[in-house]
């Protein structure tokens, strides 16, 4: 039996196929705007447009200031505070777009992905819900390598 030379297809990672999907969801979007909006002008604002859309699927219950259960770690009982995306997810989301951005012919220098507009919008979404639950947003302090001789 002879080897025809093609290789079996490679199933992508999960990874790949997260910033798959995403690309496609984003690429719907702007499809969907009024009037549609080519990649190719996609701007920071269409991004971060994007973003607050995606708050409506959020399952993060982030209380509003003036709730009785504002900075509760741990609420006892439910309210209506409305329900957001978690800042991780959003964070995850950007890395994987931005990537996606330049896989798909874009160029770092236009990365509307990379603007530092998300940058101040994630870390705004941060401590928000930080401070929504309690729980005040620390950096983690790298380890210092040990320097002890033996």
């Avoid at 790949?16 to 999907?21: A, F, I, L, P, V």
Wanted: charged share 25%; hydrophobic share 30%; net charge positive.
């Amino acid at each position: 039996m002879e080897s025809s030379g093609a290789e079996p297809p490679v199933t992508p990672s999960r990874y790949e196929s997260q910033k798959r999907r995403d690309w496609n969801t984003f690429g719907q979007y702007l499809k969907n705007q009024r009037p549609p909006v080519p990649m190719s002008h996609c701007s920071c604002n269409h991004v971060l447009d994007f973003l607050r859309y995606l708050d409506q699927f959020g399952k993060t219950k982030v209380h509003v200031f003036g709730c009785m259960f504002y900075g509760q770690p741990e609420p006892p009982a439910p309210c209506t505070c409305p329900l957001r995306q978690a800042w991780g997810s959003l964070d995850a989301l950007i890395g994987r777009l931005r990537a996606a951005y330049e896989e798909n012919g874009g160029s770092p220098e236009t990365n509307p992905f990379a603007s530092g507009a998300i940058r101040v919008y994630l870390r705004e979404v941060r401590e928000c819900q930080a401070k929504a639950r309690g729980i005040p947003y620390k950096k983690k302090k790298k380890k210092q390598p040990s320097t002890e001789m033996v």
